[in-house]
Nanobody
Framework: VQLQASGGGLVQAGGSLRLSCAAS????????MGWFRQAPGKEREFVTA????????HFADSTKGRFTISRDNAKNMMYLQMNSLKPEDTAVYYC????????????????WGQGTQVTVSS
């Protein structure tokens, strides 16, 4: 499966952004999907993940209550709604597809999108 993330941009602290991840391939619905982010000089970190049916969702503590993940299998799309953004949310955001093992770890994902930059100004 090929993934392409979009929707990043510059936003003020407290603002919102919605990221999208478009997937190609007929097997999108079978994948566990996740969002990760990487700030300059830091390791890529887990943000949130969702199973194929949307019934199992995981969040990093830093994003819980502010971010929402969703997917539309009919459209081969995944979304990340980010509210109450903080300067520390600034990073390149990546979408990824895996098989449900190690959902909060990069080793659990086989396919990655190219990333989209999110910058939150204070």
């Amino acid at each position: 499966v090929q993934l392409q993330a979009s929707g990043g941009g510059l936003v003020q602290a407290g603002g919102s952004l919605r990221l999208s991840c478009a997937a190609s391939g007929r097997t999108f619905s079978s994948y566990f999907m996740g969002w990760f982010r990487q700030a300059p000089g830091k390791e890529r970190e887990f943000v949130t993940a969702i199973n194929w049916s949307g019934t199992s969702i995981h969040f990093a503590d830093s994003t819980k209550g502010r971010f929402t993940i969703s997917r539309d299998n009919a459209k081969n799309m995944m979304y990340l709604q980010m509210n109450s953004l903080k300067p520390e949310d600034t990073a390149v955001y990546y979408c990824a597809a895996g098989h449900g093992n190690y959902v909060s770890d990069t080793r659990g994902y086989d396919y990655w999108g190219q990333g989209t930059q999110v910058t939150v100004s204070s």
